[in-house]
């Protein structure tokens, strides 16, 4: 009986371990491949990767190429879409246009890089000011306004404003949106 309690453990600890690594994100996008390209480098080699491990990562030129089972150990922070863009196309213009020339290399890396917190720090005080700034104006516009046609339809469309940026500048689910979305109009009417 003790190699059937010691077969159950074993079968249990794979299921758990199975488990743990189905909850493992991928990797994102930018991280294969920023991989990607350092693996095409000349730091790397020619032959940096032989034999079965030459496509696990996939390549510069096939980056689509790569395992479909990888995991990213530590993934990227789930952001929302605007900060998404900001941290991955900005930042590519931002060493295009030279701002890297101001920054000193990294002693850790040995390349010059911006941590996505910084971005996201930028990225952060952009919302901020815009869900700021939204109701204010849609209520000083409202103000200003005396035809009633007019106030309603500024009333829909800074709700469609509104609704837009809840999509872009959250993660806001879809029930948020419109729970908010309806509260913003009650607002907006008693105002009006």
Not at 32 to 41: F, P
Not at 57 to 77: E, F, M, T
Not at 100 to 106: G, L, P
Not at 137 to 159: D, Q
């Given at each position: ?126 919302t901020s000011i815009l869900a700021s700034l939204l109701p204010i104006t849609s209520i000083t516009v409202l ?50």
């Amino acid at each position: 009986m003790a190699w059937l309690r010691e077969l159950t453990k074993d079968t249990d600890d794979a299921l758990v371990q199975q488990s743990i690594i189905l909850t493992l994100p991928e990797p994102s996008k930018w991280d294969l491949s920023d991989i990607q390209q350092y693996l095409a480098t000349k730091d790397m080699g020619p032959l940096a990767l032989i034999g079965d491990d030459a496509s696990v990562w996939g390549s510069a030129l096939n980056p689509k190429s790569h395992c479909p089972d990888l995991v990213a150990l530590r993934g990227r922070h789930s952001e929302d879409s605007f900060s998404k863009w900001v941290t991955e196309k900005v930042i590519l213009k931002l060493f295009l246009c030279g701002c890297a020339r101001w920054k000193k290399i990294s002693r850790r890396y040995g390349a010059v890089g911006y941590h996505d917190s910084a971005l996201l720090r930028v990225t952060f005080w952009i919302t901020s000011i815009l869900a700021s700034l939204l109701p204010i104006t849609s209520i000083t516009v409202l103000y200003l306004v005396h035809s009633m046609a007019a106030r309603l339809g500024i009333i829909a469309a800074s709700n469609l404003i509104l609704s837009l940026c809840l999509t872009a500048f959250t993660t806001a689910k879809t029930t948020d949106v419109f729970a908010v979305a309806a509260a913003y109009v009650s607002i907006c009417g008693i105002v009006a």
